[in-house]
Each structure stands twice: as C-alpha cells, then as structure tokens.
C-alpha cells in the first residue's frame, strides 16, 4: 500500500524529465545532490579499492621483505598517495555538503533551490573533471608523493603525474569554494522570514560554519597548489633551497588549509548528528545555542592550529608552544557538542532505527578520535607519534569513524525523502555492525603499533621490526570493514527498487523536509509561507500507524501533505523552467 | 559570477501572481535576488583576496629576511611602465564605476561607451605588461637560477640600463660592484623574481579574466539588456574589477617602489 | 618511580618495553611515557562515561511504543555547559603545560652536549663526528655500524639533508626530528642503557624510504673511546678500503656489488664496460664516467634505470671522489 504522501506513482523530481541530459545538465538542487552522492560513492569505491591494496600488502607474509623490489614499492607508494588524495578530495571534503546539503538545504529553509542554481551545476561539473584528472595519473605514470605532496620530493625527480595530480586538486577546490558560496548566500538571503537564525535547523548551522572555512580557507590550498605547479614546471624556486626558498613554506601554506578542511569534513557530520539525535530522541536538541556557536567557533579557531602538523619540521620552540595551545582551544567545543547530544537522549524517547545507530556509534567513534587528538595536540607525547601509525589510527577514526560514517547515517535518514522507499530494516543495522567492528578492528591496533614506533608510509617492515600482529589484526578488521561497507551499499541499491514506500514524514521531524511529500516535486513545496517555530518541537506532528508515519497534528487545509487532503493532480504537473535548455 | 540575473525568461509558476522579467524560477523577489548577488560577488572577492594572500606571505617572508636583496633587485623594474599602468588601471576603476550609474538610469550609449573605455585601459594594462615581461625574457632577469645570468654575461651584452646597476648594497651593507656580490646573494636574487613573476602573472591572468568578462558584459549592453531594474551583472562585474585595480595598487609600491 | 608503576596498571613488561611503548633507553623517555599515561587514563575516564551514558539512556529511555512522546525535561541548562566546558578545559591545560615543559627541555641541549652529525639523503643515513670518523646505516644486525654514542653522556645531533625532507627518529629515545634540506636541524638525547636501538626514517621520502633504516650503538664510555680510537681517518685507510667505507654509507642503499639491480645499476665488473644511456647513446665506462656520474648523474642516465640519484656536487672532496673510483674499478 502506497502512503498517501508518497508521490512515487504520480509526477515528482525524479520522474518529471527524462534523459541523460535532464541529469547531466539539471539545475534541480536535489538532483544535483543525488549526481554527487553516487559520484561520491563511486569515488569512495576507488580509494577503498586502494586501501585494501595498502592492508593486502602489509600482511605479515605477504611480500618478501628481504627481496622486495623498487618496482613493488613505487606500487605501495603510489597506493597510499591516491588512497589519500581520493579519499581527502574526491569523497569526504565533497560529501555531506555536496551531497546531503544540496539536497537538504533548500528544502530545510522552505525554498526552491539554493541561490545560484547554475553556479551549483558548475560545482558539479568541475569535481567530474577534477575526478578525471586524478584517475588520469594512473595512464600517465606513478603518483608517489603522498597526498600532502610536499617539496623538494614533489617537484623534483618524480614523474609528471604530479602535473595532473595538482591541477585536479586546484579544480576540485573550486567545487568547494563554489559550493560553499553558494550556501552561504542561500542561507542569508533564502530563509523563510519568519525562520530567525536561532530558528534554523542545526544541520543548517553546520553547514554555514562549514561553508565559511570552504571559502576562506579553499583558495590558499588553490594559490600553494599552483605554486608547487610553477615549482615544478618553471623551477621557480620558492620552496627550492637550492636557489634560495624554503621548503618548510610549502608545508604552512599546505597546511593553512589542510587543518581547517578537516573541519569542513567533520562540521557537517555534527550537524547530521544534531538532527538524528533530535529527531530519535522525539525531544528538542539539548543546549540548541551551544551547539550552534560551537559549531561556528570551531570553524574560527581551526584557522589558528595548522602548526600543529609541523610541530617537527624545524619551524621554532615558541611557534609550537603557541600553536599546541591553540590546538587545545579547538578541542573544548567539539566535547561540549558531544555532551550536548549525550544529554539530548536524557529524558527522551530513543529510537533504534539504522540512522540512530549510526549516530549512537558515533559518540564511540568521535570520542576514540578526538581523545586521541589530546596525544598529539600534547608537545611532549607528539614527538613520539608524529608520522607513526598512531597518527594515522587517530585522523581515520575522525575523518572515517566520524565523518563517513555521519554521512552514511545522514543517508540513511534522509533516503525516504530522496527515492521515497524505506531502509531500516535486521540487515542494514547487520551492515552497521560489520562496518562498526570490522572499522575498530582496522584502527585500534594502530595506536599501538604507532606509539611502538611503528612508522607511517612503509612498504613493509620485515618481521624482527616486531609489527607483525599490528599489520596482521589491522588487515583483518579491513577486511570485514569492507564487507559491512559493501552491504550497506546493497541495501540501499536494493530498496531503490524493492523498498517499502515511504511517508513524506516516516521519522517524526518537525523540520521544513518532511513538510512536503515524498519525493518531492520539482520545485519542493506547493504551499507557500510556512509557519515556522522550533525546529525542533516534535509535539507539532503525531504518529498515524507505519503506514503514514506521522503527520502535521494541525494540518493546513491546502497541505497536500496530510492524508485527508486529496492530492490534486495539477499540483504535480511538471514545470518548463527545470527542463533542459 | 552574475550568474544569478536569468535571461528573460516567461516561466510562469501556475500560481497567478506576476512575475517579473528578470526574476529568477527560485526567487521572490527582484531585492532578494539582487541582494543574493551582491552578497555572492562580496564572498567570492573575499575569496580571491585570500588567493593572493600566499603571495603577499612570500614577499613579506622573504623581504623581510633578505631586505638588501629586495632593494637590489628592484631596481631592474621599470617604475615609469608602472606608475603608468598604475593610473590606468585607476582609470578604468572609473569608467567602470561609471558604467554602473549607467545602467542604473538606463543610459545604454553612456554604458557601453565606458564599458568599451575599461576593456581599453584593460587592453593597455596588458600590453604594457607584455613589454615589461618580454624586456626581462630579454636580459635574463627571470626567477630561479636564470637570474644569474646577470652576471655571467660579457659585460659587452649587458644593455646600458642595466649599466646603471653596476653597484649594489649588499648583505653586510658595503656597496660592492654587481660582480663581486657574493653567490648566495645572486642566488636569492632569483626570489625576488620568483615573487614578482608570480604576483604580477596571477594578477595579469585576472585582468585577462576581467576583460572575458567586460566584453560579455559589453555584448549584453549593446543589445540593450541593462537598465534600472536590471544592472546586478555590471554591479557585479564592476566590484570584480575594482578587487582587480585594488590589488595591483598594492603589488605597484611593494614590488617597484622599494629601492 | 612509584607513581609511574601506578599509572602503568595495564601494562605488562616484556623485554623491550611495555605494552604500548619500546624500551625507555634515554633520560627523558620516562616522562613522555608519563605524560601519555596521564593523558591516557584521563581519556578511559572520559570515554567511560560519554559511551556509558550513551548506552544507558539509549536503554533507560528506548522508545517503547512507536511515536510515543517522552515527558517533558529541559533543553538547555547553562550551569550544565559551563560545568562540562570547564573541567576538561582543566585537564587540558595540565596536558599542555606538561607537555610544553617536556618539550622545552627536550629541544634545548645542555650545554656540554657531545655533538655528532648526522646525514641523511635518499635512501641512507651517515653520521660523521667532530673527530674525523664516519660511520654508515647499520640496521639491526647489517653492515655499518649507525650511530655510535657513549652511554649517559648527553649528545646534541646536527641533523641534515642532502636531497629532499627526511626525519630521524629513535622511539626508545623518543626523539624524532626532520632533515631539512638547506638548513642544519637539531635534536638531542642523553642514552641510558647499553645497546642497540632501531632508527626510522619518518618523514616520506621515496621508493626506499621504508628502508632507510639505521640503529644507534650506545657503547659504555670505555668501549666508545676505544672504538673512537680505532676509527682513525678515512685517509689513513688504503685508498680501495676507504673507498668501501665511503661505498657503504653513501652508495650500497641503492647500487649492489653482486649484479642485481637495486635502484641503481649493480657497479661491479663496471669498470670498462659499454654502457646504454637513455637516449641511445654508448659510453665506456672510465675513471670520467664514473666521476661525472657522482657529481651529476642526471646527464648520463643508463637504459632501463629510473633518474633518481641525489648528485654528490659539493658534498664529496677530490679526495673522497678518487677513493670511491679507485674502489669501484676494484671490484670485478
């Protein structure tokens, strides 16, 4: 049986065009959105592909260490840079903002589309060539330089791929400079009036502060990547010592940008949290101000920690005395919204669906991250760890644990709104499990190999080094990662097609998108001029049986969103201004 | 980036309400849209400050550790080109902003005529660029190693402006003969052209970017699309090119005026 | 000592090292390990009670009924947030300035510190001393003898690069420093115990960068000056012997002596023979051959070999250039 609210038989944005180019060309928000999820996806297939290769070589046993040649390790070299540099720039700095964003945002604040439709477009187009200029470089040589490419290595004696590496990087950061653009004119200026900024939904809040570091931090990555181009075509001799630059330069700027990316990754990914923990708690976000200033407060203060990455380079004593206390500041606000969430469950009426139990694992997961950026924003215990494993351990459980894993919960939550089918169900909480243990498996070993010395970027380490159960326990747990990682994949695919039809509103939000039926038209909602209070006072709509989910408890007569109300076809006709040119 | 303004576009929205010419699908109104650009045209030129901003970093890094080397070289700039280049970017800034009231009050002549004016100074700015750069392709005062070839050349090569350079203040604050500098000294001097190559050439891509743009913007005037309710584009466009004008009045003193 | 056994409740020794840590073989490798426990127990504490919370309200509070409503409790409670912003601000700054004071004194040497050299290019590591003597990579248990240092005296290390970023780095020293090319770095340590400890290189550097393994030799202070006496001087060597030493430390990590490619072409049996170039070009080997190669190897690279080699320009004396081509023609 069809909810009422469902519009899968009937016209929506999914259905109302036709065409590779209706897709290709589209400047539909949502659709837009859905191109970057599978893109997102696909390029995530592409760097797990390499960081099985990474595991399968460091099984103890699996290559000769005594005899392994240069050939096998330019292989091992070259796996870790594209790991790195697919996953970094094509998969997690894109993901929840390009992907989740898109498609959210405009719908959160009661609109049409975000401000700058085409310019939305272009964003896309720009990461496909971006993608194509990377996995170009695997036709034309051996990327080896590691994702951080930095000089002399970078613009030396190796081969061109850096040429092809650094422009799609360069590329890329305009994506997300336009991307972050746009959300930050569409959420000034595209609010419904009576949508204050205190009213905003946190997600909305993530985005903004994530938004701010795309634009302000994007383009040193840009300018410091079209240096290191100059470098090594003209030799230009800003990071040469040879003729009179400093290589340490390059890292600043690098790193300039790079620390705060991280916060563009993990940003989103709290605001994916503060929804699915208010929503399945069915009680308003605890500390709801807290929350939002923290959010902005990280995105300022990530701007000043980025010595923290070089607290051995040679850079002074004094600049990393300033920059590890500084790196502590950061800390603080994210614990506050860890807290927050914690306290939001208190008194509230938990939910185990898949994307709460996504979000719950992230408290586990976030916490093991974060804590572990306490030993390595501490000067004396970094000495020890810096470019170990434990390194390594710490950023995959934040960017992986946490941020991958707040975009796999975000899509769970948000699927019912985008393909109008269900995907809760005994096997994708199996797929969260085997993700879950398989993931811990992966990275907990690493904190010790690491704090044993064990060190990063190494094609082996031949069995008396004494890594040999760390490598073996690590490749094991990737393993089962991959496969719980796969079935969720599965299980989405499979109710695209097979799913129960969904509700417009089968979780009981009271936020904008589950206003409007599911999938929505083309241009999102048919009733104008919302009323709009607390995002997040779950006492506005009730529960109506599975069936209907829940809907408004005071519904507006023309609201096609309630069941009583006969949906009359011309609502959904579909409009020339989205078709293609 | 005005592409916020639609084309003339008749989509109506089946809701009965009038909606205007130049409003977009997504927007209520024309002040929301207008507003929505200028806010995008703001972020985005906050954007590019920061792109320049690495290489205001270089040169405050290394001016500031090697001071005499930045004032020796210096000298192979040619102040006249940029003070002259300096005024006519200062120019067009002012047929731009002009070009804007324009299209304000509907002066479409007035409009064009002073966006064809900034497309000339643009046009002058870089064709004064192209000689000061193939002057230095000629001498050989390029960034990296080839600055040395300065020195290495026959002193019978060496054209008479740069006789002038003969002496020089070097590290220790003696004035030395250009050829007695020491290595590491005429090794850094490649610093200081790797630093003004870099400026100058990002900053000369962006007036090249700039004039694509007038000339759109031109095109567009001369079919008469601008008017009183209308102008965000030439707005727009008009603050890009001043962001254009505003850096090159600071690459002019810190890179020609230092000597 | 009692406080550090305390805190070390989960650990158990083993012969090098506790469970999360190598052995501590320098004066100040007690204290990064203390640091890190404190840091540690701290964590277990705080993830303890945010994964414990979690778990009990998510069962304490799970939704029985589908939809059902939960009572009503409050959204927000500003004594709450500043409680729980301020204890952890506090633990973080016991973190930090323990920290600071740990790394102060672990950057700055004392003044009477033994300073030694050490060398790093792609793919080696060399040590030099103030003395004369030069000592080469020395893995565990391989040729060279890596860095060679008296027990409890403090030695102050002047690191440096020859070709691109690398890092030094001694985990049962817990020290680590990275080689910077066109500048001198600094790290020093005070060794407490006997023995052999593993080097890393920890900074990527290229295809062997996972080799560019060494060890240091802590040696009782008899022993170190008796093996400092028996150094002597390269130049006392016989021409082809301080030719191999120098082979050893500056060429084996990527040229063999047995016919098999490494990085670089195998070099025995060179001398004399014809060789490809990339480009088409034949050359025989001769004393020219070999010296241009040391000094600027990117002009002459052989068929089927990658342009790889650090050029030795200004790091290698006449001296060193003659010893090293005498050596080659030496080995058949």
């Known amino acids: 049986m069809t909810p009422s609210t469902n519009t899968l038989e009937r016209t929506n944005y999914l259905n109302a065009t036709k065409g590779f180019m209706s897709w290709f060309w589209t400047i539909d928000h949502k659709r837009l959105g859905l191109m970057y999820m599978w893109s997102v ?32 390790m330019n292989a091992y070299n070259n796996a870790f840079t594209v790991h790195g540099a697919v996953m970094i720039f094509l998969v997690i700095i894109p993901s929840i903002p390009a992907a989740l964003g898109n498609f959210v945002v405009p719908i959160m604040l009661g609109a049409k589309d975000v401000a700058f439709p085409r310019l939305n477009r272009f964003s896309y187009h720009l990461w496909i060539i971006g993608a ?119 890292q600043h700027l690098f790193w ?257 998108e589950w206003q409007t039926p599911t999938p929505p038209p083309e241009h999102n909602f048919e009733i104008d001029a919302f009323p709009v209070g607390d995002p997040y006072d779950m006492n506005l709509c009730e529960y109506k049986g599975e069936e209907e989910g829940f809907l408004p408890v005071n519904p507006r007569a023309d609201d096609p969103c309630v069941a009583d109300v006969a949906i009359d076809p011309v609502y959904f006709e579909p409009e020339s201004e989205n078709a293609p040119a | 980036m005005s592409s916020t303004t639609a084309d003339a576009h008749a989509g109506g929205h089946g809701h009965g309400h009038d909606h205007p ?51 020796f070289a210096s000298q192979y700039l040619d102040t006249n080109l940029g003070a002259i280049n300096t005024i006519v970017l200062l120019f067009s800034s002012l047929t731009v902003a002009w070009g804007v009231r324009n299209a304000m009050l509907g002066q479409h002549k007035m409009l064009c005529i002073n966006l064809l004016l900034t497309l000339a100074c643009a046009g002058g700015f870089m064709g004064i660029k192209y000689v000061e750069y193939s002057h230095k392709f000629h001498e050989g005062t390029l960034w990296g190693g080839h600055v040395d070839s300065i020195f290495k050349a026959d002193p019978a090569d060496i054209s008479e402006d740069m006789k002038e350079h003969s002496h020089a203040w070097n590290g220790d604050g003696e004035l030395v003969a250009v050829k007695d500098l020491d290595p590491v000294f005429r090794q850094r001097l490649g610093l200081f052209f790797a630093v003004y190559f870099c400026l100058t050439g990002l900053h000369g891509i962006h007036v090249l970017i700039g004039m694509i743009l007038l000339t759109w913007l031109l095109l567009r005037a001369m079919k008469k699309e601008f008017g009183p309710d209308h102008f965000g584009a030439i707005d727009f466009g008009g603050l890009y090119w001043h962001l254009v004008d505003l850096i090159w009045i600071f690459l002019f003193p810190l890179l020609y005026l230092i000597s | 000592m009692n406080l550090s056994a305390l805190l070390r409740a989960a650990a158990w020794l083993q012969q090098d090292g506790d469970y999360f840590f190598p052995v501590e073989a320098s004066t100040n490798a007690g204290e990064v390990d203390r640091i890190y426990y404190f840091i540690f127990w701290v964590s277990a504490v705080s993830f303890a009670l945010i994964v414990g919370a979690t778990i009990y309200f ?32 506090l633990f973080m700054i016991v973190m930090f300035k323990w920290g600071f004071d740990d790394y102060v004194d672990r950057r700055t040497p004392p003044g009477d510190a033994y300073q030694v050299n050490v060398h790093s290019q792609k793919w080696s590591w060399s040590y030099s001393y103030d003395e004369g003597p030069e000592t080469g990579m020395g893995w565990l248990g391989g040729e060279g003898e890596g860095l060679v240092v008296p027990v409890n005296v403090p030695i102050k290390l002047r690191i440096d690069s020859a070709d691109v970023l690398h890092s030094f780095s001694v985990p049962a020293f817990r020290i680590k420093m990275d080689a910077v090319p066109g500048r001198y770095t600094y790290a020093w340590f ?54 191999q030493k120098l082979f050893q430390r500056k060429c084996a990590s990527c040229h063999n002596m047995d016919g098999t490619k490494l990085i670089g072409p195998a070099l025995n049996g060179l001398y004399g023979k014809e060789e490809s170039l990339v480009g088409g070009a034949k050359v025989t080997v001769d004393d020219n051959y070999i010296r241009d190669s040391i000094l600027e190897p990117s002009a002459q690279i052989v068929e089927g070999y990658p342009d790889a080699m650090t050029p030795f320009a200004g790091q290698l004396s006449e001296d060193e250039i003659s010893w090293l081509i005498t050596y080659i023609k030496s080995v058949k």
Not at chain 1, 133 to 147: A, K, M, P, R, V
Not at chain 2, 26 to 40: A, D, I, P, R, V
């Open chain 1, 41 to 72: 996806i696909a390029a995530f297939i592409l760097g797990g592909f390499f960081a099985l290769k990474i595991r399968m070589t460091l099984m103890p046993g699996a290559v000769d260490f005594a005899n392994q040649t240069a050939e096998q």
């Open chain 1, 132 to 250: 194509l200029l990377f996995t170009g470089t695997f036709f034309i040589g051996n990327l080896d330089t590691g994702w951080t490419f930095y000089p002399p290595y970078s613009t030396g004696s190796t081969d061109n791929t850096v040429i092809l590496a650094t422009l799609g990087a360069f590329i890329l950061g305009f994506s997300s400079i336009f991307t972050g653009l746009n959300f930050i004119v569409t959420i000034h200026k595209m609010r419904p009036a009576n949508m204050t900024w205190f009213r905003m939904p946190l997600f909305l809040w993530a985005i903004y502060a994530t938004a701010v570091i795309q634009i302000l931090a994007t383009p040193v990555i840009g300018i410091s990547l079209l240096l290191l181009l100059v470098e090594k075509t003209m030799s230009i001799g800003i990071f040469n010592p040879e003729l009179g630059g400093d290589p340490v330069f390059f």
């Open chain 1, 256 to 512: 300039f940008y790079s620390h705060p990316a991280v916060y563009i990754m993990i940003l989103p990914g709290m605001g994916v949290m503060s929804e699915l923990f208010a929503t399945f708690s069915r009680k308003p976000i605890f500390g709801y101000k807290s929350i939002a200033m923290s959010s902005l407060a990280i995105a300022l203060f990530s701007f000043i920690v980025w010595g923290h990455h070089m607290f051995l380079s040679g850079q002074s004593q004094l600049m990393s005395v300033i920059f590890s206390a500084l790196t502590f500041s950061v800390a603080v606000p994210s614990a506050i919204k860890v807290f927050n969430w914690i306290a939001t469950m208190y008194k509230g009426s938990v939910a185990f669906t898949t994307p709460m139990i996504y979000g719950m694992s992230i408290i586990w997961l976030f916490g093991i991250g974060g804590l572990t950026g306490l030993f390595l924003a501490t000067l004396g215990t970094d000495v020890q760890f810096h470019d170990t494993y434990f390194v390594v351990a710490h950023f995959h459980y934040v960017m992986v644990g946490s941020a991958l894993f707040g975009f796999i919960g975000g899509i769970y939550y948000w699927w019912p709104k985008m393909y109008g089918r269900m995907a809760d169900n005994a096997m994708t909480k199996l797929a969260w499990l085997l993700a879950f243990i398989g993931f811990n498996l992966t990275f907990l070993p690493q904190f010790v190999g690491g704090s044993r010395g064990m060190p990063r970027r190494y094609a082996g380490y031949g069995t008396e080094a004494g890594y040999d159960s760390f490598n073996y326990w690590s490749t094991i747990g990737a393993m089962i990662l991959a496969v719980g990682l796969t079935m969720a994949l599965g299980t989405l695919i499979y109710s695209m097609f097979r799913g129960r039809k969904a509700p417009s509103n089968p979780w009981g939000g009271v936020t904008l």
């Open chain 2, 21 to 71: 010419k130049h409003l977009a699908h997504h927007f209520e109104t024309l002040e929301q849209q207008y507003g929505s650009g200028k806010l995008g045209i703001w972020t985005f030129l906050l954007t590019e400050v920061l792109f320049f901003s690495a290489l205001f970093v270089a040169y405050t890094m290394y001016r500031a550790q090697y001071p005499e080397v930045f004032q």
């Open chain 3, 58 to 89: 998510a069962i304490k509070y799970r939704r029985t009924k589908v939809g059902m409503n939960p009572e009503d409790s409050p959204h927000h409670s500003t004594s709450i947030e500043i409680v729980w912003s301020v204890i952890p601000t």
């Open chain 3, 190 to 243: 005070e060794a407490t115990k006997v023995g052999e400890y593993p080097v890393f290189c920890t900074e990527y550097c290229g295809t062997r960068h996972s080799r560019m393994l060494s060890k240091v030799q802590v040696l009782s202070q008899e022993d170190f000056d008796a093996w400092m006496k028996a150094q002597g001087n390269l130049a006392d060597l016989p021409p082809v012997e301080a030719g």
